[in-house]
């Protein structure tokens, strides 16, 4: 009996001991990939991926450039973090605004094709946040929209500084004093950007966190909550059930970054906006599985949009049908900034 009582003894804290081992590697798999430094820290090499694969942006920017007029902003967030955005002015003075939202191991740079769609097509002011651990932003790991999100409401107020300053006359008795008209403002993400974008849509409408100069949101193919990504990917990737690596995993989560994956959940902020949200999800998606835009579809009350991107994979909507795109998003977003 000893001798049973000992070997079970051991086989336990060798199977602890290989759970919570995996669960770091998942965690560090997951939140602090080699691609942070190879791809989201190089904005170099950004700069030339996205000029290859959309040769009309090569001519704007350097045109924005010369002019000086992409320019980088920081700030610090309530963590006391260094945060970084491009921002650029519309050509003419607008209050219309959009604060776009990268994606998973993205950053500012690699969501100029959507800067391009606001800014030289809609006459758009836009604003592209590096999150955190991204880009030019402190940071050593993902934050998969949750905290993220805090960091997001934080640059719409500075857009809505930066670019509600434009031009409005008041006259009272003998005084005349410029005032500001304040933004109009779409946020708008893709992939975790899209996910992190609904994560903000919770806030805006409640509490401490009411920002008015929003009108509306869109988001391409975002996904339900970091649970349902990470055990889809678990199971993609390796064969293997949600149990019991992802508990191990997502518990590790909440002591070394202070959130876990299932709170993190765009499903559940949906379920409390009320603004307009578009949603935007390729069929042939399977790195955010399509079936997730319609659990998200339904939970958002009205009023609200949606186009299935027929052929699209994962974040290729706007690659491969950019005209429908501006075309969709332009006739949405138009609805509600003017």
């Not at 007029?69 to 309530?78: H, Q």
């Not at 909440?254 to 949603?279: H, I, N």
């Amino acid at each position: 009996m000893k001798k049973i009582l000992k070997y079970s003894f051991i086989g336990l804290a060798a199977l602890c001991t290989a759970l919570l081992c995996g669960g770091y590697y998942m965690l560090g798999h997951a939140l602090n990939p080699d691609e942070l430094i190879t791809r989201s820290r190089n904005s170099q090499a950004s700069y030339e991926y996205m000029f290859g694969q959309y040769p009309e942006l090569k001519p704007w920017v350097d045109s924005l450039q010369t002019a000086g007029a992409l320019r980088d902003f920081y700030i610090k967030n309530d963590r006391g973090e260094t945060l970084h955005a491009l921002y650029v002015a519309a050509a003419e003075p607008t209050r219309k605004t959009a604060v776009i939202v990268h994606g998973y191991t993205d950053n500012s740079i690699r969501m100029l094709n959507i800067g391009y769609l606001y800014n030289r097509q809609l006459k758009y002011n836009i604003l592209l946040p590096d999150l955190h651990g991204h880009g030019a932003s402190e940071g050593a790991e993902i934050q998969m929209g949750w905290l993220d999100r805090l960091d997001v409401l934080q640059w719409t107020a500075t857009a809505d500084e930066l670019f509600g300053r434009n031009n409005e006359t008041v006259t009272a008795g003998d005084s005349t004093r410029m005032r500001s008209s304040g933004t109009e403002m779409v946020v708008h993400g893709i992939s975790m950007g899209a996910a992190t974008t609904m994560m903000v849509s919770g806030e805006v409408e409640h509490g401490i966190h009411q920002q008015p100069f929003i009108k509306c949101f869109v988001e391409d193919c975002g996904y339900t909550s970091v649970w349902d990504e990470f055990r889809g990917e678990l199971k993609a990737q390796y064969g293997l059930p949600a149990f019991p690596l992802l508990h191990v995993a997502s518990r590790l989560c909440e002591q070394e970054y202070g959130w876990d994956f299932r709170e993190a959940s765009a499903l559940e902020q949906v379920r409390k906006c009320t603004l307009p949200m578009l949603f935007i999800h390729g069929d042939a998606d399977s790195y955010v599985p399509t079936w997730m835009v319609y659990p998200l579809y339904e939970a958002k009350p009205e009023p609200k949009e949606l186009w299935i991107v027929p052929g699209s994979a994962h974040a290729m909507s706007y690659k491969d049908y950019p005209q429908e795109y501006t075309e969709h998003v332009k006739k949405f977003v138009g609805k509600y900034i003017r």
